[in-house]
């Protein structure tokens, strides 16, 4: 079966210093994956999402990055964090081919920038 | 507007109680629906698909009316354990596939 994992699943971070949330997919090939979102009391936003190996797409403009160095590896970054990076940021992947499917999360990771 | 609707709640319902959930969106080629349930804290689960049909899961009714462009979840004789929040998924078929998330309806089940 299919596991997703992400670490860490918690941080406090000072502003302006890096960030690295890792995440990978077990049980799979070539999955879409996705970075999300979710502010205290708010909707999901979709940050990142990648169909392969170095295919990044960004949803929103901002002061974060994505990586997938590996086919289940999918990274979020940033070398500066702001206040407003605070939030619990959920990894996802989802089949690749047809349209249509299920979106799975990891677990979460809750940042907060202080 | 927002693509997906859905009444933010809270919903505040005796144990054993009925509960609907509604949800519009408004992508008319959204092609994929789906229910998930997220607790406190913790990442967001599927609960059910959602079908042209209709389709049951135990004391769970999920319902689709695409002319009117709206979703339903229908949960009978509510357990204090469906306390969370749900949210209403919808896969858009836009040039590919797009998923927007609704920002959830948030139900307490109380004894």
């Known amino acids: 079966s299919q596991t997703i994992h992400q670490w860490p699943a918690t941080l406090v971070q000072p502003v302006g210093s890096p960030l690295s949330l890792e995440c990978t997919v077990e049980?799979?090939?070539?999955?879409?994956l996705y970075w999300y979102r979710q502010a205290a009391g708010r909707g999901l936003q979709l940050l990142f999402y990648?169909?392969?190996?170095?295919?990044i797409s960004s949803e929103v403009p901002q002061n974060l990055s994505a990586s997938r160095p590996q086919d289940r590896q999918f990274i979020l970054s940033s070398k500066k964090l702001l206040l407003s990076d605070s939030g619990f940021y959920l990894c996802a992947w989802s089949a690749t081919g047809t349209a249509g499917n299920t979106i799975y999360f990891g677990e979460g990771s809750w940042l907060t920038v202080v | 507007r927002k693509e997906v609707e859905q009444d933010p709640g809270p919903f505040n319902v005796p144990e054993g109680a009925t509960v609907a959930f509604n949800c519009t969106y408004s992508?008319?080629?959204?092609?994929?629906f789906f229910w998930y349930r997220q607790d406190c804290r913790k990442e967001p689960k599927l609960l059910m698909s959602?079908?042209?049909s209709g389709n049951e899961d135990g004391r769970f009714t999920a319902q689709l009316n695409r002319a009117s462009q709206y979703i339903s979840l229908l949960i009978r004789d509510s357990k204090l354990s469906d306390s969370a929040t749900y949210l209403c998924v919808v896969n858009i078929a836009s040039g590919g596939f797009k998923t927007i998330f609704g920002a959830g309806t948030r139900l307490f089940v109380k004894a």
């Open positions: 049980g799979t090939s070539n999955p879409n």
């Open positions: 992508n008319s080629a959204s092609q994929s």
């Open positions: 959602v079908y042209s």
């Open positions: 990648s169909v392969g190996i170095g295919q």
